[in-house]
């Protein structure tokens, strides 16, 4: 299996997963409705008793304003080191993800749970704070496999930023900010947009016209070729 194809399989796979929850979450599904319910219960009873605070800074944290700025961050820092490409990457998925994660909040319409420990706006499907985190948690995932090598220290690495991403999901639960169901559609839909947009993005590219090489003496500077799985 090439790359390419690797990328359409967990594309397709996390796309269309996405799909069959926000289509029960659209018609409100009694058994998902049942399971959702439950895992609110499960983790008011064992969580929540952590510190309320606690889980409102993580939420606060992981924001859509406060990971959405950081990816913007992370492309202005690629391109200022000339990885020009990576950085129109970053910065154009994660503007066509908020619209996507926009649109389905807008179609499935689902309303939050009640009786929730911080009041929050809009609707419950997906969680914005979710998708965004698990956005930035694979590009950072990216650029610590282009800085480190393979090894412990990258998968720790790696591995922590794993764990910021389930921290902020936990958080969205102990304040009842969302159903269990909300916080798994955005990881699918994050994860399924990322392959997909590595899968367009290339094609996309090729449509736009090409930028002059430098002049002998005006040196950009180096980067890396990036494989994009073709």
């Given at each position: 299996?090439?790359?390419r194809?690797?990328?359409e399989?967990?594309a397709?796979s ?6 069959i929850?926000a ?7 009694a058994f998902l ?6 895992g609110?219960?499960?983790v008011?009873?064992?969580l929540a008793?952590?510190?309320?605070r606690?889980?409102?800074a993580?939420?606060l ?13 992370m492309a ?8 020009r ?7 154009t998925l994660?503007i066509?993800g908020?619209a ?8 499935v ?7 929730p420990?911080i ?5 419950s ?7 965004s985190a698990?956005l930035?948690?694979?590009?950072l ?23 910021g991403v389930?921290?902020i999901?936990?958080?969205r639960l102990?304040l009842?900010a969302h159903?269990p169901s ?10 399924g947009?990322?392959?997909q ?8 590219v ?13 040196r ?5 070729k990036?494989n994009?799985?073709?």
């Open positions: 299996m090439s790359r194809q690797e990328n399989y967990f397709l996390g796309l269309g997963l996405f799909g929850l289509l029960l979450a659209k018609f409100r599904f409705t049942a399971v959702d319910q439950r609110l219960a499960i008011s009873a064992h008793r952590g510190g309320i606690w889980f409102h993580m939420t944290i992981g924001s859509p304003v406060v990971t959405g700025g950081l990816i913007l961050l202005a820092g690629y391109w200022w080191r000339g990885h490409e990576w950085a129109a990457f970053l910065g994660l066509s908020d996507i994660a926009w649109c389905f909040k807008q179609l319409a689902r309303s939050r749970p009640v009786l420990v009041a929050d706006s809009g609707y499907f997906p969680s914005g704070h979710v998708f698990t930035l948690a694979l590009a995932g990216v650029l610590i496999a282009q800085w480190l090598p393979a090894g412990r220290l990258r998968f720790s690495l790696q591995g922590l930023v794993g764990l389930l921290l999901l936990i958080s102990v009842r159903y909300d916080t798994l559609a955005s990881l699918l839909l994050a994860t947009w990322w392959y947009w590595r899968v367009w993005w290339p094609v996309l090729k449509r736009l016209p090409q930028r002059p090489q430098a002049k002998h003496g005006q950009s500077k180096q980067r890396e990036i994009w799985g073709h």
